[in-house]
Structure formats: C-alpha cells, structure tokens
C-alpha cells in the first residue's frame, strides 16, 4: 500500500520560507497526481496545491497563489510544496496525499475524501 511521507515542516518567522518534501518509499510518484492539503486547529482540511500525473497541471488555493509552488523531481520521486512569504495564517499541520487518476483542475478545489493515501503530515508555524 502506498504510504507517503512528508518532511520539511518547521517554525518560521513571517516573511520566511519553508520547502515541505513529499516521498514513498517503493512507489514512482510520477503515477500519481499528489496533493497538498493543510488543516489548523479546528479547521477543516484545506487542499492547498495539486499536481496532476499525466501533464503537471496544477491547482493553487487563493490564499496561497503567488506565494507557494508546487513542483516534482521525478528523479528524487519527490514532490515538493515551496513555501514564500508566510504569513501566520499559514500555521497548521500540512499532509501530502496521492491518487493515481486525480486530475488537478485550477479552478477546482481538491477534496480530502478523494484521496485513500496519506502520509503522516509535517507542523509549519508561522510565528514571531
């Protein structure tokens, strides 16, 4: 079963920058459309960025366009969630998810309930 795992997750000052890490072990990410989502405390899940499989399309929540990128090193089988400007808003425990046949629309916002892989999820803390 593919089991994922995030990395990269720490505290930060506004302003600053993170790169979270998405892996799986024994599994080629580049089958899999991957997704980041985040959930703050008493908050639902929120599907951050997407990126399709088959030709890298890509979805980004309004709160984070312009700010956070979402990328694949297929040679690291390592998908990556680069982090700018934080802002507090941006606490919360973040998770990368896969599924084989997703497709990350622009306009569509990806929901947790679609996706059966997860991995544990990374804290980003975004204070002073």
């Known amino acids: 079963q593919l089991q994922l795992v995030e990395s990269g997750g720490g505290l930060v000052q506004p302003g600053g920058s993170l790169r979270l890490s998405c892996t799986a072990p024994g599994f080629r990410l580049n089958y899999y459309a991957i997704v980041w989502f985040r959930q703050a405390p008493g908050k639902e899940r929120e599907g951050v960025s997407c990126?399709?499989?088959?030709?890298?399309?890509?979805y980004y929540a309004d709160s984070v366009k312009g700010r956070f990128t979402i990328s694949r090193d297929n040679a690291k089988n390592t998908v990556y969630l680069q982090m700018n400007s934080l802002k507090f808003e941006d606490t919360a425990i973040y998770y990368c998810a896969a599924d084989p046949d997703y497709y990350c629309s622009p306009d569509d916002s990806p929901e947790a309930r679609d996706f059966g892989s997860w991995g544990q999820g990374t804290q980003v803390t975004v204070s002073s």
């Open positions: 990126l399709s499989s088959s030709d890298d399309s890509t």
